[in-house]
């Protein structure tokens, strides 16, 4: 099944965008000359919109009224590892197939080219062969706000950003969800076929780079952070469990840092970037706690961490492989 789903019924002439032929076939050979004078300038005006503009003006009203919502809806600060923000609008059903293409264009743009074919890989294989699973997207605000956004919404994954710009700006400093099972709901100790794996592996590495104290104090004895979306995002000020970044060296606060750039490596460069310049200018790495959970939480009892956090009154980040992996990510930028 492809992620460019099979195209509604609903008409082309019901959408504002109109293709070079249909302008000529209305205006006719006398005004050829005219008609591709406009069109150039039509398509150039299109072609400074970011995709996710592009994708706003093609709305027919029935779909702006149904999937632009306010710029500060409650929505907005919701994450979920399997949620719709417009649940009975699809992409399968309610957009036409060049509508579809762009969508896929924007959600393949929020990841760095070496990823893009994992990332549409994992939210096909999240549909579970099942079409009633397909995504859904919308808007919060209008490009006359300053932080009008694009969010993409389904199983296993949730993105977003800023809807006016093609610059990558921190996913807009809300929460975002991925994860994947990718040959089975329990998934073995070495995760074959994820691709979030690879941060788990990373996580390991910085783990391994700690001393032994270091080490008994970042796996702590209780449960990581439950899962209902009001509590994943939560931040703490007080009661972070862990090691706290403040009680790292200098190299070993350098290595986190990496750390957490390599392992964001799926996104986009720009997001990357404005991610890691506010843990930058915030001083976050002091202020961060660095945590894994064993026992039921480490698969195959290998200590080869499957599951952690890293958090910190202005931050979080939670990564549960068990029973397959579900990661939430929320640091406003």
């Known amino acids: 099944m492809s992620l460019i789903l099979p195209t509604s019924d609903m008409s082309p002439f019901t959408r504002r965008d109109v ?85 896929k264009q924007i959600f393949e743009s929020l990841h760095s080219p070496e990823y893009r074919e994992k990332m549409d890989w994992q939210v096909q294989k999240d549909l579970m062969g099942d079409i009633k699973n397909t995504p859904s997207v919308g ?19 949730t993105r977003r950003c800023h809807a006016s710009s093609e610059k990558g700006l ?94 964001l490596a799926c996104f986009r460069p720009d997001d990357v970037a404005a991610t890691m310049k506010t843990i930058e200018d915030a001083k976050l790495v002091e202020k961060l706690f660095i945590s894994c959970y064993g026992g039921a939480y480490d698969i195959g009892s290998d200590k080869v961490w499957d599951t952690w956090q890293i958090e910190g009154p202005d931050m979080v980040w939670y990564f549960r492989g068990v029973p397959h992996i579900h990661a939430y990510f929320h640091l406003p930028v």
């Open 19 to 103: 293709s070079r032929r249909d302008v000529l076939r209305a205006l006719g050979a006398t005004a050829i000359g005219t008609a591709l004078g406009g069109f150039s300038k039509v398509h150039a005006a299109a072609a400074k919109d970011s995709l996710a503009m592009q994708f706003y003006k093609s709305l027919t009203e029935e779909q702006h009224k149904a999937i632009c919502l306010p710029v500060d809806h409650p929505k907005r600060a919701f994450v979920s590892n399997w949620w719709y923000i417009c649940p009975e609008q699809r992409l399968h059903t309610f957009y036409s197939k060049d509508q579809q293409d762009l969508v």
């Open 139 to 157: 808007f919060f605000g209008t490009p006359a706000d300053k932080d009008f956004e694009f969010i993409y919404t389904g199983h296993h994954v």
């Open 170 to 263: 921190g996913f807009g400093g809300r929460p975002i969800f991925y994860g994947n099972f990718a040959k089975a709901f329990r998934e073995t100790k070495d995760h074959e076929g994820n691709p979030f794996w690879y941060q788990g592996l990373l996580f390991n590495e910085f783990y391994s780079a700690l001393d032994g104290k270091q080490q008994e104090k970042v796996l702590v004895a209780r449960e990581p952070r439950g899962e209902k979306p009001a509590e994943v995002i939560a931040k703490r000020k007080t009661d972070l469990p862990g090691l706290c970044g403040a009680d790292l060296s200098k190299d070993q606060q350098a290595k986190l840092h990496d750390t957490m750039r390599r392992m």
